[in-house]
Each structure stands twice: as structure tokens, then as C-alpha cells.
């Protein structure tokens, strides 16, 4: 069982930067890929950026690649997301997702747990 609580959400202005946070609970994070998708109002739920678990293979979304950048800690059972260049289509929701299979998913449905979101709001 993982719980995964995110932070570090807000309002910015349109070209501004901001650095979300996903804190896991449990032994075995180092174990879990990682990701971060993002549901904008009236939208689904979409994919945004993916690491694996050692942290050695990144995916990004074509709408975030060159801006966004994942990362993550594990000593620390963190995972980040570092926002740069904002736009107002960036504005959604943002969760953080635990994928305990073997390899890498960009697919909501293979994350097995999830946080409960933390708004961004990037203003024009």
C-alpha cells in the first residue's frame, strides 16, 4: 500500500515556473514508477510525465516536453515535477500516481495508486 500526498500547487503567471511535490508513504517506493497527469476542467485525465524506478528513464507528454522535468528521490520517497515556461492550457488539476508493475506506464490505468490532486492555475 502506497499513499501519496501532492503539494506545491498555485497561481502563477503565464511564463512562470512552479515545482510540485508528491510525498509516498510506505517501504517500497523505490520499487514504484512514477507519474503525474493532469485533468483540466470539463476534460480527461491525461498524461503528463513518467520516471521509472530508479529514476534513469523519463516520459513526457508532447504539450510539456522542453518544460517540464520529473524527478525524484528516493531516500527522501519523493517524487517531483518542475514546471517551467507555465501557459494557461497548463492550468488543471495535478496528481501523482504509483505504478507498482515492471516496466513504465503512460496509461492512467496501469497506476495502481493516486493522490489527491493539487490545482495549478496559470494565469494569461
Known amino acids: 500500500q502506497v499513499q501519496l500526498v501532492e503539494s506545491g500547487g498555485g497561481l502563477v503567471q503565464a511564463g512562470g515556473s512552479l515545482r510540485l511535490s508528491c510525498a509516498a508513504s510506505?517501504?517500497?517506493?523505490?520499487?514504484?514508477?512514477m507519474g503525474w497527469f493532469r485533468q483540466a476542467p470539463g476534460k480527461e485525465r491525461e498524461f503528463v510525465a513518467a520516471?521509472?524506478?530508479?529514476?534513469?528513464?523519463?516520459y513526457y507528454a508532447d504539450s510539456v516536453k522542453g518544460r517540464f522535468t520529473i524527478s525524484r528521490d528516493n531516500a527522501k520517497n519523493t517524487v517531483y515535477l518542475q514546471m517551467n515556461s507555465l501557459k494557461p492550457e497548463d492550468t488543471a488539476v495535478y496528481y501523482c500516481?504509483?505504478?507498482?508493475?515492471?516496466?513504465?506506464?503512460?496509461?492512467?490505468?496501469?497506476?495502481?495508486?493516486w493522490g489527491q490532486g493539487t490545482q495549478v492555475t496559470v494565469s494569461s
Open positions: 500516481a504509483a505504478d507498482n508493475g515492471g516496466t513504465v506506464s503512460l496509461k492512467i490505468r496501469e497506476y495502481d495508486y
Open positions: 510506505g517501504r517500497t517506493f523505490s520499487s514504484y514508477a
Open positions: 520516471i521509472s524506478w530508479r529514476g534513469a528513464n523519463t
